[in-house]
Structures are given as C-alpha cells and as structure tokens.
C-alpha cells in the first residue's frame, strides 16, 4: 500500500521557488551541521504551512535521502526541493 496524500496543494497561498525552498530548508538546520533531521524538516514544513508537516517530513526523506542516514545533506536537498515542488510549493518564474 502506497503513501497518501491527504493534504490539497492549495493550502498554502503564498507559493515559493526553487531558491527560496533552498533557502527555507537550510535555514531550519539549526545546529549548523549540513544535515537535516526528520524534526527539522517538520519545523521547515511547519513554516511553509503544511498542515501535516510530520508526514510531509518523513516522506521527504522517504524521497530524498539516497543514502539512508534518515538525514538530508546538501547533495540530497535538491530531491527534498523537487518534492516539496510536486506538493504545490512553487512559483511561475
């Protein structure tokens, strides 16, 4: 049985690009190590107004994480980008 997504795309009215997701997600390393946990993430989806930012954390590493520390570091950020991008939080450049 697959994931489900049960959160509409339109939930968060103030749609971002690929930069400021970028910027969004490295702002919520807090302890500066290059890594993002699960409860970074969680407080990264928090702040773009997901309304199940713990499952859109886990899932982001579901996505994301190629090498299975349960961690995103910068070579995997981009992945986490472009599922936050399937989720709706995009701009038109």
């Known amino acids: 049985m ?3 997504d049960v959160e509409p795309k339109s939930t968060n009215p103030m749609l971002r690009t690929e930069g400021e997701l970028k910027k969004i997600f490295k702002r919520h390393d807090a302890n500066k190590d290059g890594l993002l946990s699960q409860a970074q993430l969680k407080k990264a989806f928090q702040c773009l107004g997901s309304w199940i930012p713990g499952i859109r954390a886990s899932n982001g590493i579901h996505h994301a994480d190629a090498n299975k520390d349960r961690q995103i570091d910068d070579q995997e950020l981009n992945k986490l980008v472009e ?7 995009t701009v038109k450049a």
Not at 83 to 89: F, K, P, S, T
């Open 83 to 89: 599922y936050a991008m399937q989720l709706g939080y």
């Open 2 to 4: 697959g994931l489900v």
